[in-house]
């Protein structure tokens, strides 16, 4: 079966340290997005991509996070600097969309736990 | 805004018990409604869907209808294994935005044996 593979599985890092996180979307998917888990929170969407475009990340603070896509094989996700609150699980999920139909479906990668300290 | 509600967990069940866990929506126009499962330590996966008003996405023996009148997606099956103990996330999808998924809190469901 395709899948979306995310890195690293689990990372542990300092306050004020920069945390890059990878995501390798299914080939020939067209969206990717990026959500994060937390207990508190549940699941927020914090950016989306659509053939590599941004197309909203409003749901990203924007002083501390960036999402890029540098190609169509490559999701990014930056946190600089971290803080203790982005402490959570952090999904990458990519899908095949035209716009109009909203039953295609979303294939999650098995997430990024982070922890910041 | 486009929103969804679910029942509080956990929900805790013995074997072969009747599960049913309620979700309800609120959205413009005719959303896409879906149930992701997540078991420990792992992302979501999807487990059914729905696109249109009274169709009944079915898999593994669970069993969703959407009802437009009540705007509901309650997730039901008939008889639990301790292997469905996970996170059950129900979400909505609208025609314009590109697949983008709004969820609700979840819903953690334990089966004892």
Known sequence: ?117 | GNSVTQMEGPVTLSEEAFLTINCTYTATGYPSLFWYVQYPGEGLQLLLKATKADDKGSNKGFEATYRKETTSFHLEKGSVQVSDSAVYFCALSDRTGYNKLIFGAGTRLAVHP
């Open chain 1, 1 to 117: 079966d395709a899948r979306v593979t995310q890195t690293p599985r689990h990372k542990v890092t300092e306050m004020g340290q920069e945390v890059t996180m990878r995501c390798q979307p299914i080939l020939g998917h067209n969206t990717v997005f990026w959500y994060r888990q937390t207990m508190m929170q549940g699941l927020e969407l914090l950016a989306y991509f659509r053939n590599r475009a941004p197309l909203d990340d409003s749901g990203m603070p924007k002083d501390r996070f960036s999402a890029e896509m540098p190609d169509a094989t490559l999701a990014t996700l930056k946190i600089q600097p971290s803080e203790p609150r982005d402490s959570a699980v952090y999904f990458c999920a990519s899908g095949l969309s035209t716009q109009g139909s909203g039953a295609n479906v979303l294939t999650f990668g098995a997430g990024s736990r982070l922890t910041v300290l």
